[in-house]
């Protein structure tokens, strides 16, 4: 039996919960733009941010039936781009 005869398997609500929770401090978008200088490679990535952050749910959120282990890994570098992120804004020039 190949893995395409197998029906798709839903999503637990643990993993539809983790994937909210791990796009849910993009919502502090204004504050974080409001923090970044003006101009530079700083305010670029913070302009691409939240599209990130959007694009890697749906992918993980589309991985979780058949990779798994891809939508970990798409969650993990979620929450390190969020990090990231707050980092780039409070850093010191």
Excluded: H
């Excluded at 929770?21 to 670029?44: D, N």
């Excluded at 589309?62 to 990090?83: D, G, K, V």
């Amino acid at each position: 039996m190949n893995s395409e005869d197998l029906p798709p398997q839903k999503r637990p609500l643990w993993f539809k919960i983790l994937v909210i929770a791990c796009a849910l401090p993009v919502l502090a978008y204004p504050a974080l733009l409001s923090r970044c200088p003006a101009g530079g490679p700083a305010e670029t990535f913070l302009w691409f941010y939240p599209i990130y952050v959007v694009v890697a749910a749906v992918c993980a959120w589309l991985c979780w039936p058949s990779r798994r282990e891809t939508a970990w890994i798409l969650l993990a570098l979620m929450l390190l781009t969020n990090a990231a992120m707050w980092v780039l804004v409070n850093m010191p020039l």
